[in-house]
C-alpha cells in the first residue's frame, strides 16, 4: 500500500515538473479557460444587450386609436426597431421573404373595434424563422406592447387584463441574469482540461518513447494512473480556483460551500480522466486523441445541462443525459453555486461521479495492459 | 493535363493512406457525422415529433383555496398535456423545501381566495414557485402555466384548449415554423464538415511535416498546386460523404425533409467545406505542428458558435463581436445553409453570401500558396 502511495506520489511530481518546464503547455492549461470565458462573456453581453433594434415592418390595416398605440409602443421598444410602415400585409411579408426585415407585423382591419366592443381582437405576425434568437424576441416584445396597450386601454374603457396571473418566484433569490449557465461552464472547463491532461499524461508520452520507460520502471500501471490522476486533480483545483475569480469578479454570488464546488470538480475531472485513460489504450496519436475529444465534448454540451437543464430535453435525450456521469457533476455544481445546498443535497450526484470512475478506471487499466 | 494527373496522384495516395487509417475513418466517417446528428436528435426529438418540454417535468400542485375554481384549474393543467406530472399531496412549505433536491422542479401555489377574486370578475393570482437553479426550466414552465391558464374559466369544466394562450390580443404567427431537429440540423451539417475538414487539410499537413513525408512530396516533381489540388479533391469525397451520411441519417432516422433540392445542398455544404479546406491550408502554412492544429480547431469552432449566429444571430451582436461576426466567412456559410435548407431560396439569389464566401476561398488558397510557395523549403521541415 505504501508503496503504491509512493510511487503515485512520485508519478504526480513527476507529471507537475514535466509540464511546469513546458511553457507552452502550462500557458494552455492556464489560458484557455480564461479565452473561453472570454468568448462566453460575449455571447452572454450580446444576450442581455439592452437593444437589439432587430428590424421589423409594421402594416397598419386599421389606423383606429388602439392600432395607433400599439404602433407607438412598437417604434419605441428597445427590441424591435420599426423600419417601414407599409399599407398592405403582402409587401410587409415580401419584406421578411427576402431577407430585408426580421419580422412583420400586421394589424387587421377592424382591430381596435372589436378590442372595444368584444376585449379581443387579433394581430398576425411572420417572423424569420431560420434565425435562431430574433423570432422570439419579436414575438416577446409585440406580446409585451399588446399587453402595455390592454393595460392603456383597460383602465380606460374596463377590459379585463387576464383571467389567471401566474405570479413567479425564484426559490433562489437571485436576479435572472446572463449568469446562468456559469456552473455548466465551469463543468466544461472542468471536462476540456482533464481531457487535455489525459493527451499530455499519456499519449504524448508514448509519442516521445517515455511511456515504455515509465512502464518498466518498478511502479506498477495502477500506480501509474493514479499518479497522473492526482496531478489531473491539482491541476484542477488551479482551474477551479481561477474560475471561482473570474466568476467572482463578474459578479456571480457563490451561496454554497466552496469546498463542495472543488469536490465536484474533483470528481468531475476523475470521471473524465479515466474514460481518457480507456479512450487512450485504444488511439494512440495524441492530436487523434484531442480531437475524438473535443467532438465527443461538443455535443454533450447539449446532453449534460450545461446550456439548458436536461431535463427540457426530448424523451430520449433526457435518458441520455441521466446516463452521462458529466450530468450530474453539473447538477451538483449548479445547486451549490446558486441554491447553496450541503453535500446531503449532492451526495447522489457525487456518488454517481465516483462509481463512473471506479468502474472505468480498472477497465483502462486492463486495456492499457493488453495492448501495451 | 500533368497538373490534373498530378493531382490525382496525390488525391489517390491520400485515399490510399485515408484507407490504412481505421482510427481517420471511424472520426471523419462515422463519429463526428453520427455523433452529432444523433445528439441532435436525442436532444431536440425528431423533425416531425412535437413534444412539450415541460410534460414530464415533476411540478407539485398545491390547493390552499379547495374550491371549484381551484380543482377546475388543477383538471385544466392536467387536460393541457404540458404536466403530465403534477405531485398533489404537498404543503406549501414543504414543496418549497423540495425544490432544490430533483424531486421537484416547481411548485404551482393556488392561494386562498381565488375562487372569489374570479367571481368578483378580478384577476386571480397563482403562485409559481421554480428551482431555477436549472436553466431554463424556471421560464419554461412559468410561460407554459401562463399561456395554459391566461384564458382559464371557473365556470366551465372543460377549458378551450383550442384558444390556447389567447387573452386579449391573439397573436396569430404565419409563415414556416421549423422543428428544433431541422434548425439544428443546419448547425450540424456546417460544424461536423469545419471540425472534419479543417482537420484533415490542417492536421494532415502537419503530420506529413512530421514525419518527413512533406519534404519528399516538395523534393518529387509535382508542383505546389497539383498538391494543393489534389488534396482538396480527396477532402471533397469526403465532406461529400460525410454529408450523405448527416442527411441520411437526419432523413431517414429522425424524418427530416429539407426544403431545398439535393444538388443544392451538397453544393452548399461543399462551399462550407472548402472554405475551411482553405483555411486549413493557410493555418498548415504558417508551419505549425499537429497539437497547434488541434488548438486552433477547438477555438475556430467555439468562435464559430459564439460568432456565426449558431447560439445567438449574428445579426443582434454588437461592437467586437459584431465585427467578428462580419469577416467569418463561415457566418454567411451557415446563412446558406439555413436560407437554403430552411427556406428553400435558391442558391444563386444568395448573391451577397455566396460571393463572399467564394472570395474568402480564393483568398485563403492564395495567400496560403503564396506563403507555400514563398517558404516551401523552411516548410518541409
Known amino acids: ?152 386601454f383597460g383602465e380606460q374603457f374596463g377590459i379585463k387584463s387576464a383571467a389567471v396571473n ?39 508520452e508514448r509519442e516521445r518513447g517515455t511511456f515504455p520507460r515509465l512502464l518498466l520502471s518498478p511502479a506498477n500501471i495502477f500506480s501509474i494512473y493514479s499518479g497522473k490522476m492526482v496531478a489531473t486533480v491539482i491541476l484542477t483545483a488551479l482551474r477551479t480556483t481561477l474560475m471561482i475569480l473570474i466568476f467572482t469578479l463578474m459578479g456571480l454570488v457563490v451561496r454554497g460551500n466552496i469546498l463542495l464546488i472543488y469536490f465536484a470538480t474533483t470528481l468531475i475531472a476523475m470521471f473524465t480522466m479515466s474514460l481518457g485513460l480507456v479512450m487512450s489504450s485504444r488511439i494512440r496519436a495524441a492530436s487523434t486523441l484531442t480531437i475524438l475529444e473535443i467532438a465527443v465534448t461538443f455535443p454533450m454540451f447539449q446532453l449534460t445541462g450545461i446550456f439548458e437543464s436536461p431535463e427540457l430535453l426530448a424523451p430520449g435525450g433526457r435518458a441520455i443525459a441521466r446516463l452521462l456521469p458529466w450530468t450530474y457533476g453539473n447538477e451538483a455544481l449548479r445547486r451549490v453555486i446558486y441554491l447553496g445546498l450541503g453535500l446531503d443535497a449532492i451526495a447522489g450526484d457525487l456518488l454517481v461521479l465516483l462509481i463512473s470512475s471506479l468502474v472505468m478506471l480498472p477497465i483502462a487499466t486492463a486495456l492499457s495492459k493488453r495492448t501495451m | 493535363m500533368k497538373f490534373l494527373s498530378d493531382a490525382l496522384a496525390v488525391a489517390s495516395n491520400e485515399f490510399r493512406q485515408f484507407r490504412r487509417n481505421r482510427t481517420a475513418i471511424l472520426i471523419s466517417l462515422v463519429v463526428l457525422p453520427l455523433f452529432f446528428t444523433a445528439s441532435l436528435g436525442a436532444g431536440r426529438g425528431g423533425a416531425g415529433t ?99 391558464v391566461q384564458d382559464f374559466n371557473p365556470g366551465v369544466d372543460v377549458q378551450n384548449q383550442a384558444n390556447r394562450g389567447f387573452s386579449q390580443i391573439e397573436i396569430i404567427q404565419k409563415g414556416a415554423i421549423f422543428s428544433g431537429f431541422n434548425i439544428g440540423l443546419v448547425i450540424v451539417l456546417g460544424v461536423v464538415q469545419i471540425f472534419a475538414t479543417f482537420y484533415e487539410i490542417a492536421g494532415g499537413m502537419s503530420r506529413e511535416r512530421e514525419e518527413g513525408t512533406f519534404a519528399r512530396l516538395l523534393a518529387s516533381p509535382t508542383g505546389l498546386g497539383p498538391i494543393m489540388f489534389g488534396k482538396t479533391l480527396f477532402d471533397l469525397v469526403l465532406a461529400t460523404l460525410r454529408t450523405l451520411i448527416v442527411l441520411g441519417t437526419a432523413m431517414f432516422f429522425y424524418g427530416a425533409r429539407p426544403n431545398t433540392d439535393f444538388g443544392t445542398l451538397i453544393a452548399v455544404s461543399l462551399l462550407i467545406a472548402l472554405v475551411t479546406m482553405g483555411f486549413g491550408f493557410l ?99
Not at chain 1, 95 to 104: I, L, T
Not at chain 1, 171 to 178: K, L, Q
Open chain 1, 1 to 152: 500500500m505504501n508503496h503504491l502511495v509512493g510511487d503515485s506520489v512520485a508519478i504526480a511530481y513527476k507529471e507537475i515538473k514535466q509540464l511546469s518546464r513546458d511553457p507552452v503547455s502550462l500557458v494552455l492549461t492556464f489560458m484557455f479557460p480564461i479565452l473561453l470565458i472570454g468568448i462566453f462573456i460575449t455571447i452572454a453581453g450580446a444576450f442581455s444587450a439592452p437593444s437589439y433594434n432587430i428590424p421589423v415592418a409594421v402594416a397598419d390595416l386599421d389606423s383606429s386609436p388602439a392600432s395607433k398605440v400599439l404602433v407607438d409602443k412598437m417604434t419605441t421598444s428597445p427590441i424591435v426597431r420599426v423600419t417601414e410602415l407599409l399599407p398592405t400585409e403582402e409587401q410587409a411579408l415580401l419584406r421578411v421573404e427576402s431577407g430585408d426585415v426580421m419580422g412583420a407585423v400586421t394589424i387587421p382591419q377592424g382591430f381596435g373595434e372589436s378590442l372595444l366592443a368584444t376585449g379581443h381582437a387579433y394581430i398576425v405576425i411572420q417572423t424569420d424563422n431560420s434565425k435562431i434568437t430574433a423570432p422570439m424576441l419579436i414575438q416577446i416584445s409585440v406580446n409585451r406592447d399588446a399587453q402595455d396597450l390592454i393595460t392603456t
Open chain 1, 166 to 204: 401566474v405570479i413567479v418566484r425564484p426559490i433562489s433569490g437571485r436576479p435572472a441574469t446572463g449568469d446562468t449557465i456559469l456552473p455548466g461552464f465551469l463543468g466544461m472547463i472542468t471536462i476540456l482540461g482533464a481531457f487535455d491532461d489525459i493527451v499530455n499524461a499519456i499519449t504524448r
Open chain 2, 50 to 148: 412535437h413534444f412539450s418540454p415541460t410534460a414530464e417535468i415533476p411540478v407539485a400542485f398545491v390547493d390552499n383555496d379547495y374550491t371549484i375554481a381551484s380543482s377546475r384549474l388543477l383538471e385544466a393543467l392536467v387536460g393541457s398535456g404540458d404536466f403530465n406530472h403534477l405531485i398533489l399531496g404537498y404543503r406549501e412549505e414543504n414543496a418549497i423545501a423540495a425544490l432544490g433536491t430533483g424531486r421537484i422542479y416547481a411548485a404551482i401555489v393556488v392561494p386562498k381566495g381565488f375562487q372569489q377574486d374570479l367571481n368578483n370578475n378580478q384577476t386571480g393570482q397563482i403562485v409559481l414557485y421554480t428551482d431555477d437553479g436549472e436553466p431554463g426550466v424556471s421560464d419554461q414552465i412559468s410561460s407554459t402555466l401562463g399561456s395554459v
Open chain 2, 283 to 381: 493555418v498548415s502554412a504558417l508551419r505549425v505542428g499537429a497539437r497547434a492544429v488541434v488548438i486552433v480547431e477547438f477555438f475556430l469552432v467555439l468562435f464559430l458558435f459564439a460568432f456565426s449566429g449558431l447560439v445567438i444571430d449574428k445579426e443582434l451582436l454588437r461592437g467586437l463581436s459584431r465585427t467578428i461576426s462580419t469577416l467569418l466567412p463561415w457566418a454567411y456559410g451557415f446563412e446558406l445553409l439555413r436560407r437554403t435548407v430552411l427556406i428553400g431560396r435558391p442558391l444563386l439569389a444568395l448573391t451577397y453570401d455566396l460571393e463572399y464566401v467564394i472570395l474568402a476561398t480564393a483568398l485563403f488558397y492564395g495567400v496560403s500558396y503564396l506563403l507555400f510557395a514563398r517558404t516551401r523549403e523552411r516548410l518541409a521541415f
